[in-house]
Every structure is written in structure tokens, then in C-alpha cells.
């Protein structure tokens, strides 16, 4: 007489098979997602501010606390520590150059934060 082999309990180990796999995949995709974010949103902020030094009535550091109040409203003050913005020549061309320098955190329990940085540019309005 040949013996049935008992599975009981095996829909637990492959469920528990399933989400090694499956959580870090997931974590990763959350991670990118995050760093993608955050990176437009500082792009954004940097290249709005760029236009806001870029006025005539204004200055690089004008245009640096405009994109500082940006960070703040639209993700969070973290963001927003170090801000930077200057004149800068191209091409012969007078501009306004904003730089934004931020990490992103892990969402995991492991692995480094990601560090960003981004610029916006603005061509300086006339007097």
C-alpha cells in the first residue's frame, strides 16, 4: 500500500516563498518612484525660481528663497537646506542658475539615501 504524501501547510511556505521575492521588488519600485518625485519637483522648483531671480526688479537670492518656499510648500522643508543660486554667463548670455542639493532616505531598513542635485537656468531680463 503506497502512502499519500501529506501537503498540508505547503500554501504557507510558498506564500512565504512568494513575498521574499515579491517585498523587495515592491520596496524597489516605491524607492525609484520616490527618487523620481522628488528629483521633478526640486527640477521644478529650481527652474521656477531661476525665473523668478531672473526678473528685473530681483536677485540670484531672491530667487533662491522663492524656490525655498516652493520645496517647502510642495514636499518638505528637508528639501530645502541647501539652496543656492548665482549669476552665471553663457554664451555670452547673462543667467541666473539655481542649485538644489538634497537627499532622498531609503524607504527600506538598509541602503544609503539617494543624493540629488539639480539646476535651473533663466536668461537675465534687461534694465
Known amino acids: 500500500m503506497q502512502r499519500r504524501r501529506d501537503e498540508r501547510g505547503s500554501a504557507v511556505v510558498d506564500f512565504v516563498l512568494v513575498l521574499v521575492i515579491l517585498i523587495p521588488l515592491v520596496l524597489g519600485i516605491l524607492q525609484v518612484a520616490l527618487v523620481l518625485h522628488v528629483r521633478n519637483t526640486l527640477t521644478a522648483a529650481a527652474s521656477e525660481g ?22 517647502r510648500d510642495i514636499i518638505a522643508g528637508d528639501f530645502a537646506r541647501d539652496v543656492t543660486a548665482k549669476q552665471t554667463r553663457t554664451d555670452g548670455t547673462e543667467m541666473v542658475e539655481v ?23 533663466a536668461t537675465e531680463e534687461d534694465q
Open 99 to 121: 542649485t538644489v542639493r538634497a537627499e532622498v532616505p531609503a524607504l527600506g531598513l538598509w541602503g544609503p539615501s539617494v543624493e540629488l542635485v539639480v539646476h535651473g537656468h
Open 50 to 71: 531661476a525665473r523668478h531671480g531672473a526678473t528685473a526688479d530681483r536677485s540670484p537670492a531672491d530667487g533662491a528663497d522663492y524656490t525655498r518656499r516652493q520645496i
